[in-house]
Every structure is written in C-alpha cells, then in structure tokens.
C-alpha cells in the first residue's frame, strides 16, 4: 500500500549517474553555477521522469480478517534499504572523473519488481477509496554516510520505480527504454559541455534548447 506525496517537488539528480562529474555553468554576468549531469540534460522534464505518482510512504498490509495490518519495517529491509545500499556501492566504483577526455557515464535505475496487487491512496482525503495501480516511485531520502566536505549535503535523495510483474514488459519497453534513448541523444548533443563545462545567457534560468557553448580553454 503506497501513499502518494502531497507536495510533489521531483527528485533531485534524477537519474543518478555514475562515472561523469558534475557541470559548471557560467553566464556574462560572471556568475557560475554546478548541475549534475541529469540536471544539465534536464531530465526532470522527461515523461519518464514525471508520469509516474511519487510516494515517500508505503507498507505491507497483511489481511486480518476484515482488517489490513500495515508494515513499514519490512519493506524498507527488504526493499529500500538493499537497493540504496547497492546504487551506493555501484556510484563509487564508477565515480572516477574523466580519463584522458573521456567518459564513461552509467544511468543507473533502481527497480523493485512486485508480484502482489499495489494499492496506491492519491490523498488524506482518499484514504477509504485506493486505487490499483501498476507503476509509482519511491523518494526517500537517507543520511550520507560517506560525507567528503563540511559543504556536501548531509543527505542523498533516492527514487525507486516499483513495477507490477504483468507491467514489467511494457515499462521496459514503452517507458524505460525511450526514457534511456532520449537521455542518451541529449547527453551526445553537450559531449563537449560534460567535458568543459558550458556558457549559457542565464544560468539562473537554464532549460535544455537554449544555446550552450563550452567554456574556452585558457591560453598562455
């Protein structure tokens, strides 16, 4: 059973990816400012990104008699927590920067598959009328526990698609699979950019299809 946010803000840095570094921003004004590579692509704006309901909350409910007991404990244990340990794991081996002006991004998807109905209440207001539902995100957000400067952030935001098993082939398929190739055309299209970091009239106001132009190289 999944409780769908009220206040749906996105994910910030969605989708992680390993292996490319973060992108500075600069306009005429002298101002600078650092994206991570799915914001600079901006991801967010991506039907992917966006169509699915976003939920913080869910449990396990174990029918008892006409009642539902709710369990929060065992899924974070068997969910949650496995595949925020192994997106961890997986972002540190691939977190080398560029290797002789290369890189070697890697768009990584957490996906929990669920043979079991899903249940999704869309409001406090609705909490005696849930719906089915085949396809939501998880956000959560954890502490860092490899915090490397007093000015990173002390938490790591995570999102989860859980997928029904009879959806499984047509979220791979319709949803995931564009999702990637799209990703992929927009992160060759600012190859440079990744590299250098990019000029833009307002980095303030950055949106993908405004003009963008590598950082000159300085010259002695």
């Not at 992160?187 to 963008?212: C, F, H, P, Y």
Request: proline residues 7%; hydrophobic residues 40%.
């Amino acid at each position: 059973m999944f409780f769908k946010k009220v206040a749906d803000f996105g994910i910030p840095g969605f989708p992680v990816i390993a292996g490319c570094p973060n992108v500075e921003l600069r306009d005429g004004t002298g101002r600078s400012r650092t994206l991570s590579f799915s914001s600079l692509l901006c991801a967010d704006q991506l039907s992917f990104a966006k169509e699915p309901p976003l939920c913080s909350v869910f449990s396990q409910a174990v029918l008892s008699g006409k009642q539902a007991e709710l369990s929060g404990e065992e899924p974070y244990k068997g969910i949650i927590l496995p595949l925020v340990k192994v997106l961890d794991y997986v972002r540190d081996l691939w977190s080398g920067t560029a290797n002789g002006g290369r890189l070697y991004p890697k768009m990584l998807v957490t996906i929990c598959v669920v043979h079991s109905p899903m249940v999704l209440v869309e409001s406090p207001q609705k909490t005696n009328d849930p719906v089915l539902i085949p396809w939501l995100r998880v956000a959560r957000q954890e502490a860092k526990s490899n915090k490397r400067s007093p000015w990173e952030s002390s938490h790591q935001h995570y999102a989860i698609d859980v997928v029904h098993v009879d959806f499984f082939d047509s979220f791979a398929k319709d949803k995931l699979l564009p999702f990637a190739a799209e990703f992929f055309q927009r992160a060759s299209r600012v190859a440079e950019i990744l590299r250098k970091g990019g000029v833009v009239d307002d980095v303030t106001a950055w949106k993908w299809g405004q003009t963008i132009t590598p950082i000159p190289r300085k010259t002695s």
